[in-house]
């Protein structure tokens, strides 16, 4: 069964500071990756994915991420964070062919004006 | 919005009561899933319906039983109710094809007095 780890789970920051988001997952085989958002009162929505090709990834809302297989990591970075990307971020995985998604305990966003 | 719904929104039980949940698929999709997100957590695989037949389950009791219906809509039920059981209950709907993304509804929350 796949895992993944977040790290860092309150992040506070300001204005224009960059992000970075970590994530690493452990399962031997090919997986799909995923970033989900949630915004206060909202559903989850995808921010980005994964499935094969280029590794930098790039998302809705100015985020990316980078896939590195050797590591086992998904880190979801935007380079000016905005006081609407306060929110709560989850990392997701699935095993290609299957749609199970295994989440992270999710990294809680806050961007002070 | 997503195209998932799901009813009701809120929800309070006595523990030893049961309780069913219902979600409506985004046009097209043929998969529902179902998860558990606890409070601090993040969402935890219940299981998942494909073709009105049970296609994978996580690490939950047999209490937790769902069904699917011929317009891919789903039910999550829970028998003999337990405090623990307080959580949002997330519904996500996929479609018919591997490697894709989920589309998540807003949520069930369960409170378990």
């Known amino acids: 069964a796949q895992s993944v780890s977040q790290h860092n789970h309150h992040v506070i920051l300001s204005e224009a500071a960059s992000l970075e988001l970590g994530c690493n997952y452990s399962y031997g085989g090919t997986v799909n990756l995923f970033w989900y958002v949630q915004y206060p009162g909202q559903h989850l929505q995808l921010l980005l994915k994964?499935?094969?090709?280029?590794?930098l990834v790039k998302g809705i809302k100015g985020f990316e991420a980078e896939f590195i297989k050797s590591k086992f990591s998904f880190n979801l970075r935007k380079p000016s964070v905005q006081w609407s990307d306060t929110a709560e971020y989850f990392c997701a995985v699935n095993a290609q062919g299957n749609n199970r998604l295994a989440f992270g305990k999710g990294n809680q966003v806050v961007v002070i004006p | 919005e997503t195209g998932v719904t799901q009813s009701p929104t809120h929800l309070i039980k006595t523990r030893g009561q049961q309780v069913t949940l219902r979600c409506s698929s985004q046009s097209g999709h043929n998969t529902v899933s179902w998860y558990q997100q606890a409070l601090g957590q993040g969402p935890q695989f219940i299981f998942q319906y494909y073709r009105e037949e049970e296609n994978g389950r996580g690490n939950f009791p047999p209490r937790f039983s769902g069904l699917q219906f011929p317009n891919y809509s789903s039910e999550l039920n829970v028998n003999a109710l337990e405090l623990d059981d307080s959580a949002l209950y997330l519904c996500a709907s996929s479609p018919p094809f591997q490697n894709t993304e989920a589309f998540f509804g807003q949520g069930t929350r369960l409170t378990v007095v």
């Open positions: 994964y499935f094969s090709g280029d590794p």
